[in-house]
């Protein structure tokens, strides 16, 4: 039987929490152009999946 304190150290031996105590911030707001979000929009309604005996069949209606 593993003891209750192995899973909560890591490797280094330093508690769980102190490797979730800094906060890094690498993400950033990217947003997309208008034509792009178009282009999904259209597509989506485009689509159609028809199931038949299991099978689903993807057919674009344009």
Do not use: C, H, W
């Not at 280094?12 to 707001?29: A, D, L, R």
């Amino acid at each position: 039987m593993v003891p209750l304190a192995f899973f909560n150290r890591n490797q280094n031996g330093s508690n769980m929490e102190k490797i979730y105590q800094t906060k890094v911030n690498n993400s950033k707001v990217v947003s997309a152009k208008p034509e792009t979000i178009k282009f999904l929009l259209d597509y989506s309604k485009s689509l159609n999946i028809t199931e038949a005996k299991g099978i689903k069949f993807e057919n674009i209606l344009n």
